[in-house]
């Protein structure tokens, strides 16, 4: 049974850091695509970024290049998303997914997902 789990959200100044962890079990997570997608109240989910299956190749949105982070650590089989410079904009429900075949933008892309840890930054 494949299961992701967030986790590292929580309450930040404007600013401020936060570092969101995803374990996963059931799957090897270094041989997947990840993605980290947020929600916030009223919004439809979206894409923050993801990660190639082999590592090699990251992308981000617009909102947030340049301050967050996206990484993977085979060995612990976690995915991790770093937040640096967090502004109220990025208050929402932050998701994990993971797939077998290629990274993408889109929610419908990912066969597996976390159920959300919220981050909420304070101006």
């Known amino acids: 049974q494949v299961q992701l789990v967030e986790s590292g959200g929580g309450l930040v100044q404007a600013g401020g850091s936060l570092r969101l962890s995803c374990a996963a079990s059931?799957?090897?997570?270094?041989?997947?695509?990840m993605g980290w997608f947020r929600q916030a109240p009223g919004k439809e989910r979206e894409f923050v970024a993801h990660?190639?299956?082999?590592?090699?190749?990251?992308e981000y949105a617009e909102s947030v290049k340049g301050r967050f982070t996206i990484s993977r650590d085979s060995g612990k089989n976690t995915g991790y998303l770093q937040m640096n410079s967090l502004k109220p904009e990025d208050t929402a429900v932050y998701y994990c997914?993971?797939?077998?075949?290629?990274?993408?933008?889109?929610?419908?892309?990912?066969?597996?997902w976390g159920q959300g840890t919220q981050v909420t930054v304070s101006s």
């Open positions: 059931g799957l090897p997570f270094s041989s997947y695509a």
């Open positions: 990660l190639s299956r082999s590592g090699r190749s990251t």
């Open positions: 997914a993971a797939d077998p075949w290629y990274p993408s933008r889109s929610v419908t892309s990912y066969s597996y």
